[in-house]
């Protein structure tokens, strides 16, 4: 349906739903707010062994569809089988930037405050041409870091967050989700010194094992090793602007965390003009926090000493994974 409202903001956008129609709307209200003029949407089929999912999966895309009252150039990837996270999004995501040169990605629960989409389009230009930034996100915990004290809208990081990003088709080129490269640069160390904490290159390397092997189905573990293996930077704003929505038991990979303290995070606009900062580098003490409260990487020597024994004692990390899960927080 369309009416005489013009569109008004000239960012592609990529919306990726699937079974959620109750998250959809309210994640789609800060899309349709803005009226973007290209508009992808991405939907993963339906479970085979979960009957709901096809009514819900249905009620997802017929609440956007139905939605879109403003022109707009609408492309949609529906999927009529259940690729998973992992195959559905990766290859979507493939699909929106063989399409555009740079756009935004939002999920079904990703809730941005209205200055997100500005911030986004700003920095999209500004870094159109700088190969060092690979990323530009939406999420940010330092809002919940006491000692972080930053003038500027964002700092460097090293780590994609994933909950309301942007990013260029040059960057996007760079991914793999079946990692080949891994096996090569763990054998060769050479990622270690891309992180100022041994213990959080330890966290990401375990993870990378798994995704390597094929046990996890996800997408942005990927896109993490595609950022550190091209020494790529990531920006974050200094205070957060997308909240996520969608922790609870219908979630995919935050069903078990409803009452986390990094669910429906308050969001703060952008000020404009924004202030940017003097150099192009990492904030090695915003990381610090992040990957201590954030990924739990709390204590270096235990990464630095699991992963080891895992890949070489599998029985006895089984036996370590244990205890530590059982030690007091």
Known sequence: METSMAPSFDVPILFIIFNRPDITKRGFEAIRNIRPARLYVLADGPRKNRPDDIEKCKKSRDYVMSHIDWPCSI???FRDENLGCKGSVSAGLTWFFQQVEEGIVLEDDDVPDPSFFRYCKELL???RDDERVMCIDGTSVQDQNPNFRNADSYYFSRIPMGWGWASWKRAWKTYDVTMRAWPALCESGSLK????????????????????????????????FACVANDGLCIAP?????TNIGFGEDATHTSTTKNSRWANLPTFPVQFPMKHPTKVAIDHKADAFLYRHFFGIDKKLRHQITRPIKNTFPGLYKNIKRFLASEPK
């Open 193 to 224: 010194k891309r992180f100022a904490n041994a213990g959080a290159y330890e966290r990401f390397a375990h993870s990378w094992d798994d995704y390597l092997a094929g046990t996890t189905d996800s997408y942005d573990g990927q896109w993490v």
């Open 75 to 77: 492309v949609t990837l």
């Open 238 to 242: 200094c205070r957060n602007l997308v």
């Open 125 to 127: 230009e500004k870094f």
